[in-house]
């Protein structure tokens, strides 16, 4: 399990190790497609390890989407002014502001952005190609420093919740954030379909 | 139970949701109703509905009824106000269910609602009806509508605490006068199907989580009365889609640091060319031309994949974003097919950047790009591509066909398989076989003061199945920017081969458009083979199209048809922006009443359904039906496939400024 793993990161790693992070070059464009359109392995539940990131400087994440039973790890291809989009080896994207989901592609109902502001409104494309709104009320609490692990590196994080209600329910988004600013963990709800998306920054 | 929204037996004010395709069933004593509804506008409702009624002619025998009904909510309902809506039942039938109604409908308490109204002829409550149209029907009776006695219903609707069973209760100004034969007709049947006794009707009707109906009555003090109904809504379905992710824009560097040096380097374009072509092929995207230089880049492609066309112009924008230096700020994606270039779509790169994440960004990216028509592409700018190039699908197909002689209907499905071999972007070869598995196979009867051009369909079935559908060599060209032609040659559709030219003037975007279409055609054998027999004729039309909205098209043709008469083809149609499409069409020619049988003019409805609605992935296949009447000879066009309109349509402004919800994903 923990070979075959390994074996993920590191074919993920290969794929985008040669990427540049300038984006524009025309040559970096062939491990983008090889990004995309390589097979899809989705990554076992086990815990990363140190010794499967080794070598790997590109930003990379782990997503789940427990109601759907998604799970992909992906890397950070492209940054554009605040915001990182990061993308599986199977073509799904999640693009984050700091620790907070603004979209994703690729999950089936995708959340198809997000603006801040002291209200958040999400949206979403109904089978019309509308847009959906959804405006949570949303609380915020900052409960303090928590001890969390990730690929075997133990962190100290702020935790932030927001507890939040919708026409379609309740929902608790939490983010955990390194002393310096850093994302490290986020539980972060993206709509109605696929409930709560988990992310964990990996290195 | 006559499918359009209603309290039993009597109508209400309510309308359907806006876009909403409602199929009924529903039955009693002997009498049965097939019927269709279709919300063609928030408060418009049209309804085509089959009916047979059985013991009711003289002797017993049976009769088939279509008849159309049309619902308009004339003001919605407020706080202290009810909705009110006017309608006319079977207006244009032979008048077996003609009536005209005003009625209201109120929620007067949270759980219950109120329904009242005035009724016309057969909801007159007395015996005065509107006279049956014992000829052909088919033409409204404008002069009858709203007149004579005056007749008065209602009901309440009550939702139960269980959830989505409701208790209906009404009283009925149907006096049912001629289905009991009050009047001693002697057209009629002697031996009533039921016998009313009493002017209350209850029902229970219970709403799945599907939104499928079930309704059981109690009708009239004297029969159990039956109703299923199911629905489907184009705007609001909930499917999800599933689509690998587009590539992400990435931010440029500072201005100062945009070189435009690249541009002089040795291969560039064919650089370039190669990378855009991989991204573009990801997204389903053939590239068919490119001119560089440092600040624009301006690209030809042909989308294979996406129904969508702002989608496909949202993916190439992002791959030209992935593959050009900083210094290019201006993209222009000129959508093709066929060969045709179709539009131009420009950009601004700093837009792209700007949007991607920005609050209201489709909105923002509907107005900031330009969409006009597009220059011609130059040998230098052409892309090589191999050719030739084959392409096959294959799928089934199902038409609801009616037949104007003997008032019978019944599905004509089976499978298609296609074929074409592109020998250039615009010159190709093609054609399809068909292999039905239900069809009607009767052959004409009694003698046409026509030639028969398609009451022969019986025979073509019967002897011609499998059979080679069509066989044709297609050309298309653009002679100016907003002139497209096609020529075709070959067996152009099942009963007929020859040539057809077209010529057709639409500027990308301009919302109208004008037509030309002339064929000389020759009849084909029963066989379906290679083979013609003597009837040959030159057809055309002139044709005019007007996008009335983003969703709403109107187009007429005038013209001659296959039968040698003069005439024109209304056609109203609704696409929605998921390519979902409802319409209907009439056909009007010099052709005298009686050679149409019921009905007096040929007309029909058509539903396509994008596939990507049902199967949640991108593609553009569709499925498309319909219900027409396909064996008369009056009216009848020639169904040549590759129309100028349908190929163009999906790449012009109005189809595009629609889809923009989709640019982004």
Known sequence: MIKRLSAAIGALFVLISCSSNQGVEIDTIRETINIRNASNAAPDDNPVTQDSLKGITQKLIRVKVPRKNISFFAARIATNGDTDTYMSRAGQSVTVTGAAVIATRGLGFDLIGRSGGERSEYIFLDDDHKSVRIRPHCRQTALGSQHIEIAEIKHTANLLQERCNTDQGRHINQFWVARNGDPLRVHHWVGPELGIIEIDWLN | ?665
């Open chain 2, 1 to 665: 139970m006559y499918g359009a929204p209603d309290l039993i037996d009597m109508p209400s004010a309510d309308v359907l949701p806006d876009g909403q395709i409602q199929l009924t069933f529903s039955g009693f004593a002997d009498f049965n109703k097939s019927s269709v509804a279709f919300q063609m506008s928030p408060r418009l409702t049209g309804v085509l509905r089959y009916s047979g009624l059985s013991n009711y002619a003289s002797g017993g025998g049976r009769v088939l009824d279509r008849s159309f009904d049309l619902h308009y909510q004339l003001l919605p309902e407020t706080k202290h106000t009810p909705a009110i809506a006017i309608g006319l039942r079977d207006f244009m039938g032979t008048s077996i269910y003609s009536a005209q109604y005003l009625v209201a409908s109120k929620q007067v308490r949270p759980a219950l609602r109120a329904t009242l109204g005035l009724g016309w002829s057969r909801l007159s409550g007395t015996h005065q009806l509107q006279p049956l149209d014992t000829g052909t029907g088919g033409v409204p009776a404008f002069d009858q509508w709203f007149r004579g006695p005056v007749g008065v219903f209602g009901g309440l609707v009550w939702e139960t605490p269980i959830e989505g069973l409701t208790v209906k209760v009404e009283y009925s100004s149907d006096l049912y006068t001629r289905e009991n034969n009050v009047l001693g007709d002697a057209t009629l049947s002697s031996v009533p199907s039921f016998t009313r006794h009493s002017d209350i009707n209850v029902a229970l009707s219970y709403r799945f989580q599907s939104g499928a109906n079930v309704e059981l009555s109690y009708l009239y003090g004297d029969q159990i009365g039956v109703q299923f109904s199911g629905f489907t809504n184009p705007r609001t379905r909930k499917t999800g889609y599933y689509d690998i992710a587009p590539l992400p824009i990435q931010g440029r560097g500072p201005a100062m640091h945009q070189s435009t040096d690249w541009i002089d380097r040795d291969g560039i374009k064919a650089l370039a060319a190669n990378q855009l072509a991989d991204l573009l092929a990801r997204d389903g995207a053939r590239l068919m031309g490119l001119s560089i230089d440092a600040q624009e880049v301006r690209i030809w492609i042909d989308n294979r994949k996406y129904s969508v066309p702002a989608q496909a112009i949202g993916r190439a924008a992002r791959a030209m974003a992935r593959v050009f230096p900083d210094s290019v700020d201006h993209f222009e994606i000129i959508l093709v097919r066929n060969g045709l270039s179709l539009s131009r779509v420009a950009l601004d790169r700093t837009d792209l950047e700007t949007l991607e994440h920005a609050d209201r960004k489709i909105e923002k990216i509907a107005q900031r790009s330009h969409v006009d028509d597009p220059p011609a592409l130059a040998t230098a700018e052409i892309t090589p591509a191999r050719y030739p190039q084959f392409s096959w699908s294959w799928g089934p197909y199902a038409q609801i066909n009616f037949s104007d002689f003997n008032d019978q209907f019944g599905i004509d499905g089976g499978v298609r398989l296609r074929g074409r071999i592109h020998l250039s972007p615009k010159l190709s070869f093609g054609g399809s076989l068909i292999k039905t598995f239900e069809s009607d196979k009767t052959p004409p009867v009694g003698p046409s003061s026509l030639p028969r051009v398609r009451s022969n369909l019986g025979l073509y079935n019967a002897v011609g199945d499998p059979g080679l559908e069509t066989l044709t060599l297609d050309y298309t060209f653009k002679p100016a920017p907003a002139v497209y032609g096609r020529i075709s040659v070959g067996l152009l559709e099942s009963m007929f081969g020859g040539i057809s030219g077209e010529i057709l003037w639409k500027s990308a975007s301009q919302n109208w458009g004008l037509g030309l279409e002339l064929n000389a055609v020759k009849q084909r054998d029963f066989d379906r083979r290679f083979g013609f027999q003597n009837y040959s004729i030159v057809t055309g039309h002139i044709s005019g199209y007007f996008e009335l909205s983003n969703e709403v098209t109107a187009q007429l043709d005038l013209g001659r048809y296959l039968a040698g008469d003069w005439g024109g083809t209304l056609t109203i149609e609704r696409r929605f922006a998921n390519g979902w499409r409802v319409g209907a069409f009439a056909t009007l020619t010099d052709v005298d009443r009686d050679s149409f049988g019921e009905g007096s003019f040929d007309k029909g409805i058509f539903v396509e359904i994008p596939l990507t609605t049902l199967t949640s992935t991108p593609t553009q296949a569709s499925l498309e039906t319909g219900f027409r009447s396909v064996n008369a000879d009056g009216g009848a066009r020639l169904n040549v496939e590759n129309r100028l309109y349908e190929m163009i349509r999906d790449g012009h402004f109005r189809r595009i400024s629609g889809s923009f919800g989709r640019f982004w994903q």
